[in-house]
């Protein structure tokens, strides 16, 4: 029930915008955001919950439309240190509460 | 620095052996969460514990098992390796509680452990 994240890459100018979805099959009581860069750990962006609550970084915003289970990141005004891959979170029932991961979306900013 | 600490950081061992991978969570956070990171898998969760207690479960083979102790570090125990268990084994912290709770709040990530099965 991998959630499925799109694009799977995408290249950037410094400054310019982008959009990062992720949508799943099953119904979710939550969304996560995490950005990975190579050789390091996940780091927390932001939490999307059912019912509307949010928790995350202040420069980061997303959406999460639960009847389409579907969530979407947007980095607005890209800077050289977003790059690294965004990986989607998908908190689902399935015979108990598991937290299922997409496959990851790499972003390359160029300067 | 996330203040959740892993050790040990690299791990090489044979096939049919068994190793046991160690996380020290961020002061005050009571659920520690193991996941399993490969290039042909991705990101996979495992298991989820809360003050000493299990409250969710991924995939996580039965050769695979992990405890809470009371001073909230845990342990992820991999036996009877195989060289499909190479991969990177994160643990994180949160604040969160609860089953429905499990994953309500922010995890905080340790470096990892690589472990290689030759």
């Known amino acids: 029930q991998q959630p499925v994240q799109s694009p799977q890459a995408v290249i950037l100018r410094e400054g310019e915008d982008a959009v990062i979805n992720c949508s799943s099959s099953?119904?979710?009581?939550?969304v996560h955001w995490y950005r990975q860069k190579h050789g390091e750990a996940p780091v927390f962006l932001m939490i999307l919950l059912k019912g509307g609550e949010q928790k995350g970084h202040e420069k980061i915003s997303a959406s999460f439309n639960e009847k389409k289970q579907q969530s979407s990141l947007y980095l607005t005004a890209s800077q050289l240190s977003y790059s690294g891959t965004y990986f989607c979170?998908?908190?689902?029932?399935?015979?108990?509460?598991?937290?299922?991961w997409g496959a990851g979306t790499k972003l390359i900013i160029k300067p | 620095d996330s203040g959740v600490t892993q050790t040990p950081k690299h791990l090489i061992t044979a096939t049919g052996q068994r190793v046991t991978l160690r996380c020290s969570p961020r002061?005050?956070?009571?659920?520690v969460y193991w996941y399993q990171q490969s290039l042909d898998q991705g990101l996979q969760f495992l298991i989820h514990y809360y003050n000493g207690e299990e409250r969710a479960k991924g995939n996580i083979l039965e050769r695979f098992s992990a405890q809470q102790f009371p001073d909230l570090h845990s342990e992820l125990n991999l036996s009877s390796l195989e060289l499909g268990d190479s991969a990177l084994y994160f643990c994180?912290?949160?604040?969160?509680?609860?089953?429905?709770?499990?994953?309500?709040?922010?995890?905080?990530f340790g470096p990892g452990t690589r472990l290689t099965v030759l």
């Open positions: 002061s005050g956070d009571l659920s």
């Open positions: 994180a912290s949160s604040v969160a509680l609860g089953r429905q709770g499990a994953f309500a709040d922010t995890q905080y």
């Open positions: 099953k119904a979710l009581y939550s």
């Open positions: 979170g998908t908190e689902m029932w399935d015979s108990n509460y598991q937290l299922i």
